[in-house]
């Protein structure tokens, strides 16, 4: 990885595992070699415990989350879980999964949801959203063009969705569109095949 980026000048690593004082090391060890700092990621959609569950805060998880009432209380967690990236290192976390959970056989989405409601997913995952950005934490928006309606593992498989055009405009798509519009600063592709 020195190699890497002392050669090729990457852009960003991303952690899977491990612990947070290895991560915290990692990082800084990795850091020392950019010209300009990278992008270190992570995907802690419910905190640092998605990735360090034995050491560190797993908040819920989305699906969870999609039942609060109260949107500030999102927006609370979201600056949180920034709070936390931060101190390890974390300057980009890939969430918040903004899939609409339109299907209940799926094996990827389900919990990482905050639900069936297009609105009440643009809605939660704005707050996360703007909560990490405004703690000084990238968010990324995923899995575009939307991860809901799957019945395969896509870490396994390709799902392919066969939904109409029509259709993605006016559900899948309908929080991407909205929090493109209102500065989301990153999104992820999903793992999807999809003919329209």
Same mark, same amino acid.
């Given at each position: 990885?020195?190699?890497?980026?002392?050669?090729?000048?990457?852009?960003?690593?991303?952690f899977?595992?491990?612990?947070?004082?290895?991560?915290?090391?990692l990082?800084n060890?990795?850091?020392?070699?950019?010209?300009?700092?990278?992008?270190?990621?992570?995907?802690?959609?419910?905190?640092?415990?998605?990735?360090?569950?034995?050491?560190?805060?797993?908040?819920p998880?989305?699906?969870?989350?999609?039942?609060?009432?109260?949107?500030?209380?999102?927006?609370?967690?979201?600056?949180?879980?920034?709070?936390?990236?931060?101190?390890v290192?974390?300057?980009?976390?890939?969430?918040?999964?903004?899939?609409?959970?339109? !299907?209940?056989s799926? @094996?990827v989405?389900?919990?990482? &949801?905050? $639900?069936? *409601?297009?609105?009440? +997913?643009?809605?939660?995952?704005?707050?996360?959203?703007?909560?990490?950005?405004?703690?000084?934490?990238?968010?990324?928006?995923?899995?575009?063009?939307?991860?809901?309606?799957?019945?395969?593992?896509?870490?396994l498989?390709?799902?392919?969705?066969?939904?109409?055009?029509?259709?993605?405009?006016? !559900?899948?798509?309908? @929080?991407?569109?909205?929090?493109? &519009?209102? $500065?989301? *600063?990153?999104?992820? +592709?999903?793992?999807?095949?999809?003919?329209?």
């Open positions: 990885i020195d190699d890497y980026i002392k050669k090729y000048k990457i852009g960003g690593l991303c899977f595992q491990g612990t947070p004082t290895e991560q915290i090391n990082i060890h990795y850091q020392q070699f950019a010209n300009i700092p990278m992008f270190m990621g992570m995907d802690a959609e419910w905190g640092l415990g998605m990735r360090f569950p034995k050491e560190t805060v797993s908040f998880k989305q699906l969870m989350l999609g039942a609060i009432q109260d949107n500030k209380l999102i927006y609370e967690m979201g600056k949180e879980v920034a709070k936390h990236c931060k101190k290192g974390i300057n980009i976390n890939f969430a918040p999964a903004i899939d609409i959970n339109s !299907n209940p799926n @094996p989405i389900y919990d990482r &949801s905050f $639900g069936e *409601s297009p609105q009440n +997913v643009t809605a939660k995952g704005y707050m996360y959203m703007r909560a990490m950005e405004d703690e000084g934490v990238m968010a990324c928006l995923k899995h575009f063009p939307g991860h809901g309606d799957t019945d395969a593992d896509s870490h498989e390709l799902p392919r969705i066969d939904h109409t055009l029509d259709r993605l405009e006016n !559900n899948e798509f309908f @929080p991407f569109r909205r929090l493109a &519009s209102q $500065g989301a *600063s990153a999104v992820m +592709v999903g793992h999807l095949h999809v003919p329209a």
